[in-house]
């Protein structure tokens, strides 16, 4: 089954940080680009953070550039997401999102994770 | 950056009835195009890329239409788990953009 799983949400002070973790299992991790996509409480889906399939082209949405940082293991078919500095706007559930390849120039989503909750909150 | 407007906010339709969800950009988008599904305390699920090609696993009564900057996600015959939160996303443009959502909800 092709399954990706977050984890590593939680609640943080602000200008704390967390490192969010995506497993992904049921298809070949690197031959994929991966996201993450973030969801406000009550509000609609963001766009976070891409990485290609080997780390070497990575971007950042602009509220985030310079406190998060993307990465991924594909030795471990793992996708990460630290995230520094973080502010209460930050709030939200965190998704990670396997790019789907169907033409474009930008990012559509074919599988998604169950999404894990970071609370920014003092 | 391209601006996807979704409309209705809400749509109210009886059982059975057609339900019509529209999406426009800012500007072309040609046909790259998804619409996702999203129920509640769920992550979103795709529907439809392409503007009207069904991803895998998704029931005939879900198709979509359009081209440029008009689309259509239409249900034929909205089933009760049918009532939920769609969205639609545009990918011809780095990195994408999604719009507001619609609610679909029974009358």
């Known amino acids: 089954e092709v399954q990706l799983v977050e984890s590593g949400g939680g609640v943080v002070r602000p200008g704390g940080s967390l490192r969010l973790s995506c497993a992904a299992s049921?298809?070949?991790?690197?031959?994929?680009?991966m996201s993450w996509v973030r969801q406000g409480p009550g509000k609609g889906l963001e766009w976070v953070s891409h990485?290609?399939?080997?780390?070497?082209?990575?971007d950042y949405v602009d509220s985030v550039k310079g406190r998060f940082t993307i990465s991924r293991d594909n030795a471990k078919n793992s996708l990460y997401l630290q995230m520094n500095s973080l502010r209460a706007e930050d709030t939200a559930f965190y998704y990670c999102?396997?790019?789907?390849?169907?033409?474009?120039?930008?990012?559509?989503?074919?599988?998604w994770g169950q999404g894990t909750l970071v609370t920014v909150s003092s | 950056e391209i601006v996807m407007t979704q409309s209705p906010a809400t749509l109210s339709v009886s059982p059975g009835e057609r339900a019509t969800l529209s999406c426009r950009a800012s500007?072309?988008?040609?046909?790259?195009l998804a619409w996702y599904q999203q129920k509640p305390g769920q992550a979103p699920r795709l529907l439809i890329y392409?503007?009207?090609t069904r991803s895998s696993g998704i029931p005939a009564r879900f198709s979509g239409s359009g081209s440029g900057t008009e689309f259509t996600l239409t249900i034929s015959t909205p089933q009760s788990e049918d009532f939920v939160v769609y969205y639609c996303?545009?990918?011809?443009?780095?990195?994408?953009?999604f719009g507001q959502g619609t609610k679909l909800e029974i009358k």
């Open positions: 996303q545009q990918y011809n443009n780095w990195p994408g953009s």
């Open positions: 999102a396997r790019v789907a390849q169907h033409g474009g120039a930008g990012l559509a989503f074919n599988i």
């Open positions: 049921g298809f070949t991790f690197d031959d994929h680009g």
């Open positions: 392409g503007a009207s």
């Open positions: 990485i290609n399939w080997n780390g070497r082209n990575i």
């Open positions: 500007q072309s988008v040609g046909g790259n």
